[in-house]
């Protein structure tokens, strides 16, 4: 089990994850972080917990965004064009990564 410590929110965190996935772990602490800047940068005082749930939020709404344009385009509704399998099995994988991700850190790291 691979271990990696990530600044978020300028905080470090020690993270467990599979073995070889430490450098995609960063990178995906770097897009919350980037995320955590954004909220940061629209003014207004907030907690580390709102801070982190609000980059949560910004997240969850691009993945939602992402999952309706992948389901258009299975659907094949009009003005979509054609779909790529291999980005509707890539997005999945990220989902369920991020999932996974997710429910690690509930238990703690």
Partial sequence: MGQVTVRVGGYSHPVSCEDGQE??????????DRRIHSVRSMGGQFGESRLLLLAALLLADEVHDLKIEVAQARAGMPGQSAPD????????????????????????G
């Fill in 85 to 108: 399998p291999r980005l509707a099995h890539r997005l999945t994988q990220v989902a369920e990564r991020i999932e996974r991700i997710a429910a690690g850190l509930e238990q703690g």
């Fill in 23 to 32: 450098a995609h772990l960063v990178s995906l602490a770097a897009e919350v």
